[in-house]
């Protein structure tokens, strides 16, 4: 009867082979083969929690059958358990080491918990074990750039498609790839070759979806979202990414709908809790908190969930002046993502330090006029959350300015001093030639649009550029740099209260903000003497109390005539694709000057390491 069941399903008759299994579990009720082949069953026909306690009583007779292990792991992984199903993963591989399925089962698992690379070390156990396992090789693509590592995806996903050219999911991880790396028109062409490949699939066209915003096309952006809920009118994730949007948009309440309606599907779904709370003048209600700490108090969370929760929890503790309740939510959602990937002080003072010896030394082999000519570019440079996205806000206003937002572009120019040099950035870049350089800053510019090169000046805001104004200096001598600046105690609490990612390590223990801070501040000091005159300092504090004596100093410094329409900047129809997207809709608002005194005393630890001057 087994045996016969078993038949039956592999041919697809799945009622047939389910009453043979029953059968024998009639007869024979502590049957283990039964047991866990009708939980597999029941796994693979979307009855998770039937097929957990099948499986389970499995393995209370044999607790060491790999393959129960193995189909519980999954059903736990549907059930959203992602912790058991590592555990059971994890044991059925060291009971049988020899199934790449399991191995990259595991991997699949593992990148749920936010372990990138230990998944990327069970998909290439997997594929030693089988080596044309194609959608394995796409797994692996997509851990790899979860991990930083966009070449050695994009040469995974390559793999994949070669074994199996239309592997839908292979062209999505390529086009994951290629959004990440802010290469946005073969982002969109990858996703919709997915598309195409799994016209049922609603993952590609929601990735396209976000392809088309960061490309600033939101209509396009919000066509592909509606033919997702056309698909699956239940699509939390569609609905969570529709409210990102519209609140870029400046739909604020048109937001809150869509991240009201992710959670009512999914409750589980931590991140649409967070940017519910955080919409800027919305207060969260009762019942919207008590949602969030119950499933705080849950331990099956997720370290990315639970991170997301408590920032929202902050967030509302916030609103209603609990700062103190608030501040220990900030502090667990900030540990969480140190303890993945703490701050290392001295790797960022050998790679500050490393680009400005060799800037100085390209100064002094080349004075400073040697780069691409090209007056339009202007940076928009500083810490997170110091006033960058309402300066390009009200830059853009302006007739002859066009906002970009925060791009990669710099990023992926400096990181071409590799390919001269053969040596990892900032290595050997002095030794670069003035013909060099002007090539560096023609591709810097030959990454924007001409939509955007057609204005006078085309603005890329992107903070952390404060570490390449050297570099960009001597590739565009041209180009000039707006830096924002607020007091650095403020600065540095409103990034400890966003999810940064976990490549911005600095952001998530207040010792660590404090001594990246003075780096930074360091740094542009030494920018300021290489580069007189190139770089305009605007204090936030002092465009929040005179936003026209600011812009006017702004406009001056662009050569350009005053606007009224920069003034009101909150109506200017355009993307914001940062977390102060609520924030440049409205008009100046002085709240975040003195936010920080709230939490001051907690911020002992910042306030021991920030080496850098502080107002009074």
């Known amino acids: 009867m087994l045996r016969a069941g078993f038949d039956a399903q592999q041919k697809g008759h799945v009622r047939q082979a389910e009453r043979l299994y029953r059968q024998v579990l009639e007869s024979d009720s502590g049957n283990r083969h039964a047991l866990n082949l009708l939980g597999a069953l029941c796994a693979n026909t979307e009855r998770p929690k039937e097929a957990v306690d099948f499986i389970t009583r499995a393995l209370g007779i044999d607790n060491a059958d790999p393959q129960a292990h193995a189909n519980i792991g999954l059903a736990y992984k549907d059930l959203g358990m992602a912790y058991k199903a590592a555990d059971h993963l994890a044991e059925s591989v060291r009971l049988d080491p020899s199934r790449p399925v399991v191995f990259n089962n595991f ?3 593992l990148r749920l918990l936010d372990q990138p690379g230990k998944a990327v070390r069970a998909y290439d156990r997997a594929l030693r074990l089988d080596s044309r396992f194609a959608e394995c090789w796409s797994n692996l693509a997509a851990a790899l750039n979860e991990s930083g590592q966009q070449e050695a995806g994009l040469r995974a996903a390559a793999r994949a498609l070669e074994l199996s050219p239309d592997l839908a999911q292979a062209h999505n991880h390529i086009g994951d790839i290629r959004l990440q790396q802010a290469r946005y028109d073969d982002a969109v062409e990858s996703y919709l070759q997915a ?4 016209p049922g699939s609603t993952v590609a066209l929601i990735n396209l979806a976000k392809a088309y915003r960061d490309r600033d096309e939101p ?23 529709m409210g990102v949007l519209l609140e870029q948009m400046g739909d604020r309440e048109g937001a809150a709908e869509q991240f009201k309606s992710a959670i009512r599907i999914a409750p589980e779904m931590a991140v649409s809790h967070y940017y519910l709370a955080q919409i800027k003048g919305r207060g969260s209600s009762e019942q919207e908190f008590r949602a969030l700490l119950s499933h705080w108090q849950r331990e099956d969370t997720t370290p990315n969930n639970r991170m997301y929760l408590a920032f929202a929890i902050a967030r509302i503790h916030e609103q209603r002046g609990n700062f103190n309740e608030a501040y220990e939510f900030l502090a667990a959602a900030n540990r969480a993502k140190a303890a993945v990937k703490p701050y290392d002080d001295a790797d960022s003072a050998r790679y500050i330090d490393a680009i400005a010896e060799a800037t100085e030394k390209a100064v002094e082999r080349f004075g400073r006029s040697m780069g691409h000519r090209d007056d339009r570019p202007v940076f928009v440079v500083g810490m997170p959350r110091s006033g960058t996205s309402l300066t390009e806000q009200i ?8 906002g970009a937002g925060e791009l990669s572009f710099a990023f992926d120019t400096v990181r071409r001093v590799r390919k001269i040099t053969g040596k990892k950035f900032p290595r050997d870049m002095e030794k670069l030639s003035a013909e060099q350089f002007r090539e560096l800053g023609a591709y ?3 990454r924007h649009s001409g939509e955007y090169l057609s204005s006078r000046y085309v603005v890329d805001k992107s903070p952390l550029n404060f570490q390449y104004v050297g570099p960009l200096a001597l590739m565009l001598p041209g180009a000039r740099f707006v830096h924002c600046h607020r007091h650095p105690a403020a600065n540095c609490l409103a990034i400890h209260r966003i999810p940064f990612d976990l490549r911005q390590t600095y952001a998530h223990s ?3 903000l404090g001594k990246y801070y003075t780096r930074y501040w360091n740094l542009m000091q030494q920018w300021h003497e290489l580069f007189p005159g190139r770089i305009l300092d605007v204090r936030y504090e002092d465009t929040v109390t005179d936003i026209e004596g600011q812009a006017r100093r702004m406009l001056d410094f662009l050569e350009l005539r005053f606007e009224e329409r920069v003034l009101s900047f909150y109506e200017t129809k355009r993307l914001v694709k940062t977390p102060s997207a609520s924030q440049v809709r409205e008009p100046i608002y002085r709240d975040a000057m003195v936010l920080w005194k709230n939490y001051e005393k907690h911020l002992g630890p910042l306030m021991e390491n920030l080496k850098v001057p502080i107002p009074g």
């Open 510 to 512: 207040l010792e660590a």
């Open 195 to 198: 598309a195409s490949l799994s």
């Open 444 to 446: 810097y510019m030959s």
């Open 219 to 241: 209509e396009e952006a919000l066509t592909a979202l509606r033919r997702v809920l056309d698909i699956e009118p239940e699509n939390p994730e569609a609905m969570h990414v």
């Open 395 to 402: 830059l853009a206003s302006h007739s002859e300015v066009a």
């Open 107 to 109: 991997g699949n698992v």
